[in-house]
């Protein structure tokens, strides 16, 4: 078949692993290991004699990012203790003697190695690539290794040169799912895996059955392979299903030979050029693999998708890459599945229609949990597998089915060495149909009856710790998330014992997140409500009462009164016992000392990695507070930045001392004002100033605050206090039942945009409670009878 001389193939495939009990052992760095994949890739494409011709012919390169830098900069630490390359394809390429002109280094996905021969083949045809190396390794086995032997190794290296660094990835895990306990694949699958169980009605001991049959065949082959890190055992079906000391559960259902094997020392590479390369570099024939069709799709989010155990975005990439392919499911030969976790084969089973025992195979492996899961890098042994397969077999077809995330991207590849022409696939009208699915309605905060629709128990080392349940709400069928609390034992046991799918449970919301237990009265226990009254003292926060109202004094002067989790919980229970004291009519909150009322989030309490969160009242038990009807006076003394600056905003009026300074300035420590400053600002001032100011993070003072209109009053330098008490007074002045009716009607009516809706809206009740009140008789009679009303706040 004659084709085009740019038609895109792969020409040398290469992988090597290193074990620590083998004689040669050398404790090589990622670097290396990548390295000598490489150099076998080439090897494999003309024989090592020719090498030098062939690197010299290599104008890209594309390494496949490392775990380590996968992660956020201070986990990085972490997973680099004896240093890393400042730029690992460039490292990889010097071992070599090659010098490309370009290099690229991937995002963090396990279908980045497909992506990538995808991407540059694309290339390849299009003329801008004449020869491309492909590679990426993990050596977190001899890492782990010698820190457990306190060897210290340097795997520190700076190498020059460019460097296309796509740090960009997909947002895979939220802030929310963190606070719950989906954080890692290790406790997200799980939920996936109950999910699938839920729909076909499965009881829990027949689908570890599955699991287990499913997987004893991946120990066998992985047991035959000679760049397996698990060695020559296999095991039985009974064995991976099985729980006891030495497979233990990792997260319900799976036990730990289910889940993806990350001590490795494992690299591979894959080389492709064109026809018309390969031709001049003389490249036998036999050595030439296609790629005859492709696709990649991204999954919705986590908590968007409307089955949390099936993969339609999967789905819907091993059928375009089939189609485009000209081929069906049973015209391949070889097949080779991601495997980090049973799930992920399950739902690609289902999506081709495939069973488990399905005489071909589901891995050329052996899988992650056998085999070994390098980090973002499995796919490329999967490939460089299939090359094999197909040298040996021409003219058949194989598969390599690739994911990364939380079953959240997909890529698939099918190859043959049966020439083709090549055929640019185009996956965005594929994700345009992704995109459109629906999506189950999300409560962040969900309270009440449920039900579950899918779980896991996480376990420790010695015991389970963490339940984690997505249900629906009884009441409005919204979706939720949800976790027990540290050390609930009883709830734990009964996710354990019994299977809860379908069972009834009840959640509360909490400034911490969702929490839930089998009946409320035990949650209640759990979280006993704080007193509606007072305390004699707080740790962080003082508190007086003179006459009707209340003084709230930030106590971190040290720390400029900058806020943390211990304190805003304070000022939550303060605020709700303020608001349930009929004697308080009126709160002033301000700052100890004349340096600053409140310079916003305590970035080092933050830096720490301590967890925190706000309460449900929001940042100082005031910014997210509903249903408010008590004045609250800001005075402030100094620096109201950040947080600071939105307590100020979110009070009712603001009283500032001459050296005041407001600013959100969350943009110059790479935060945004998310508790209600952008928000605020813009609606209490011009607009236009408004978005200087959040974007520039620019400091005002008190004389251009008064000017802009967020400032009621200036007093001298370190008596906004003393001001802000005489403002209060003259509110008393007035009847509290007006007062606090009147910022219930400012209140309701903020909701309207237009001026008549907000006039002519449903306040009926609010009028109601007016006019039978002690306070308004008492005002119209003191006002007859010319003397000072007695007001009762009745």
Same mark, same amino acid.
């Given at each position: ?421 090549? %055929? ?5 009208? &594929? =994700?345009?149909? *992704? !995109?459109?699915? @629906?999506?189950?309605?999300?409560? $962040? ?39 027990? %609390? ?5 709830? &734990? =046991?009964?996710? *354990? !014992?019994?299977? @809860?799918?379908?069972?009834?449970? $009840? ?46 004094? &930030? ?240």
């Amino acid at each position: 078949m004659s084709l085009p001389a740019n038609t895109p193939i792969l020409v040398g495939v290469g992988q090597y692993n290193e074990k620590i009990e083998d004689a040669d052992y050398r404790a090589m760095s990622p670097s290396d290991l990548a390295a000598a994949a490489a150099r076998r890739a080439c090897e494999d494409a003309l024989g090592g004699e020719a090498i030098d011709t062939l690197l010299a012919q290599i104008d890209a390169i594309a390494g496949v990012r490392l775990v380590a830098d996968s992660v956020a900069p201070m986990a990085r630490k972490m997973l680099v203790p004896f240093g890393a390359s400042n730029n690992f394809p460039r490292s990889v390429a010097k071992r070599l003697g090659a010098n490309p002109a370009y290099a690229a280094y991937s995002p963090a996905c396990g279908d980045e190695p497909q992506k990538l021969v995808t991407e540059f083949c694309e290339k390849i045809y299009a003329g801008s690539v004449k020869m491309a190396l492909l590679f990426g390794a993990e050596a977190a086995s001899t890492q782990r290794n010698a820190q457990a032997n306190k060897q210290t190794l340097d795997w520190h290296e700076t190498v020059d040169g460019q460097l296309d660094d796509r740090a960009e990835k997909p947002v895979l895990r939220t802030r929310h799912m963190a606070q719950h306990g989906l954080m890692m694949p290790v406790s997200t699958y799980p939920v996936f895996e109950h999910a699938r169980r839920h729909r076909l009605g499965m009881k829990r001991d027949d689908y570890a059955k599955l699991m287990g049959r499913l997987f004893e065949r991946f120990s066998r082959i992985a047991a035959e392979n000679p760049y397996s890190s698990s060695g020559s055992k296999a095991y039985s079906a009974d064995e991976i299903s099985t729980v006891n000391e030495r497979n233990r559960v990792i997260a319900d259902p799976y036990t730990r030979l289910m889940v993806a094997r990350d001590q490795v020392n494992q690299g591979a590479a894959v080389l492709l050029t064109s026809i018309g390369v390969a031709r001049e570099l003389g490249i036998d024939e036999e050595r030439w693999v296609y790629l005859h069709g492709y696709a990649d799709v991204h999954e919705r989010a986590v908590l968007e998708r409307a089955d949390m155990g099936a993969s339609p975005a999967m789905k819907l990439a091993y059928h375009t890459a089939l189609e485009n392919a000209g081929v069906g499911i049973n015209d391949i030969s070889f097949i080779d599945i991601y495997s980090c976790f049973p799930i992920a084969v399950l739902c690609a089973c289902d999506a081709l229609g495939l069973n488990v025992d399905d005489p071909r195979g589901l891995t050329l492996t052996g899988g992650l949990p056998f085999f070994g899961g390098p980090g973002n890098n499995y796919s490329m042994h999967a490939i460089a597998e299939v090359v094999k397969r197909l040298r040996g077999n021409p003219g058949e077809y194989g598969l390599v089915g690739a994911n990364g995330g939380f079953l959240s991207t997909h890529a698939v590849g099918v190859y043959s060495t049966k020439p083709v022409a090549w %055929k640019t696939c185009i996956s965005k009208p &594929l =994700q345009e149909q *992704i !995109d459109k699915l @629906p999506a189950p309605v999300f409560a $962040f905060q969900a309270d009440g009856w449920a039900t579950i629709e899918t779980y896991t128990v996480v376990y420790g080392k010695e015991a389970p710790q963490t339940g984690v349940v997505v249900g629906r709400l009884v009441e409005t069928g919204e979706r939720f998330l949800a976790c027990t %609390k540290d050390g609930d034992m009883e709830t &734990l =046991q009964q996710l *354990i !014992d019994r299977d @809860p799918l379908g069972q009834r449970v $009840f959640v509360k919301s909490y400034g911490f997140g969702n929490r839930i237990a089998f009946n409320p009265e035990h949650l209640e226990n759990l979280f006993p409500p704080k007193p509606l009254t007072l305390q004699d003292r707080y740790e962080y926060v003082l508190v007086e009462r003179r006459g009707h109202v209340l003084e709230v004094t &930030l106590n971190r002067p040290e720390a400029n009164n900058a806020l943390f989790t211990d304190v805003h919980e304070e000022l939550d229970q303060i605020f709700n016992a303020f608001e349930a004291d009929r004697e308080l009519w009126v709160a002033i909150i301000t700052g100890a000392g004349t340096r600053a009322f409140c310079t916003g989030n305590d970035l080092k309490v933050t830096a720490s990695g301590k967890p925190s969160w706000v309460p449900k009242s929001g940042f100082g038990g005031l910014t997210s507070r509903q249903g408010r009807t008590k004045p609250i006076i800001a005075a402030v003394n100094g620096f109201a930045m950040g947080g600071g600056f939105e307590i100020a905003l979110a009070s009712d009026l603001i009283v500032a001392d001459t050296a005041a300074q407001f600013a959100l300035s969350e943009v110059r420590v790479g935060l945004i004002a998310g508790a209600g400053g952008v928000q605020r600002l813009s609606r209490q001032i011009p607009k236009k100033v408004a978005v200087e100011m959040i974007l520039t993070g620019r400091r005002v003072g008190a004389e251009e605050g008064k000017q802009l209109g967020f400032i009621n009053a200036i007093a001298a330098e370190g008596k906004a206090l003393e001001k802000a008490r005489e403002l209060a007074a003259t509110i008393m002045e007035g009847s509290p039942t007006s007062v606090r009716l009147s910022l219930r009607l400012l209140n309701e009516s903020a909701q309207h945009a237009a001026d008549i809706d907000a006039v002519t809206g449903n306040y009926q009740a609010l009028f109601d409670d007016l006019l039978n009140s002690e306070d308004m008789m008492e005002g119209v009679t003191a006002f007859s009878q010319k003397r000072p009303p007695e007001w009762k706040n009745r």
